[in-house]
């Protein structure tokens, strides 16, 4: 069956470390894999998108990774702050030239001052 | 308009009453997506328009749910005989697709949550 599977629901983490959250796929073909930021009560905000011929995209303190051997995707926030607390999701295409994006459970991401 | 617009942002209903929800995407963008969210849960994809293609309905949970969309406008989900397990935040998006393949970023809404009591 398909799955997307983010790591760890909630990720805790110390004001200026380094928050890595994991978005794993199995079944599914993606030609690009998407990144979103979630509030509570509010609807979620695109932060980057990554196509699968590029290893690497970055944005201010942002960094995704997509590795399509190991079907995985990395998302890192460096110098995190408190105002980066959110849920992160990740989303993806069910195969090449599809444009329907299906979303992972999301990981909840706390930076403790 | 500038964004994503919902509504009724808030609707609480009776079991077995039906519910219409509605989306005004943004003007031009030709890609409209539903997508259901249960408390404390991921996005659940419903439903997706295209353009003028057929509509991609392979996340409707159940015969109950219906969408529709006229053109590149305004999009309504709606429920019948609703449920107590239908009770979510049901979510709109709409996005341009520049390319072949690759959607461009998804623009949410800010949701309609539904209670169903």
């Known amino acids: 069956s398909q799955k997307i599977e983010q790591n760890s629901e909630a990720l805790n983490i110390q004001e200026g470390k380094t928050a890595t959250l994991t978005c794993n796929y199995t079944n599914y073909s993606p030609a690009y894999l998407q990144w979103y930021r979630q509030d509570p009560g509010r609807g979620p905000v695109f932060l980057l998108l990554?196509?699968?011929?590029?290893k690497e995209k970055r944005k201010e303190r942002l960094k995704v990774t997509f590795d399509t051997t190991l079907k995985q995707s990395l998302f890192h926030i460096t110098a995190s702050q408190p105002a980066d607390s959110a849920t992160y999701l990740c989303a993806l295409s069910h195969q090449t030239g599809a444009n329907n994006l299906f979303f992972g459970t999301g990981t909840r991401l706390t930076v403790i001052p | 308009g500038a964004g994503v617009s919902q509504s009724p942002s808030n609707k609480v209903t009776e079991k077995g009453k039906d519910v219409e929800l509605r989306c005004d995407p943004i003007?031009?963008?030709?890609?409209l997506y539903w997508y259901r969210q249960r408390l404390g849960q991921g996005l659940e994809f419903l439903i997706y328009?295209?353009?003028?293609?057929?509509?991609?309905k392979s996340g409707l949970p159940s015969d109950r749910f219906s969408a529709e969309r006229t053109g590149e406008s305004v999009s309504t989900l709606t429920i019948q005989r609703t449920q107590q397990e239908d009770s979510a935040v049901y979510l709109c998006a709409s996005s341009l697709v520049r390319l072949a393949g690759v959607a461009g970023e998804l623009f949410f809404g800010e949701g309609s949550r539904l209670t169903v009591l």
């Open positions: 990554i196509r699968e011929n590029e």
């Open positions: 003007s031009g963008h030709t890609a």
């Open positions: 328009f295209q353009g003028n293609s057929a509509p991609d």
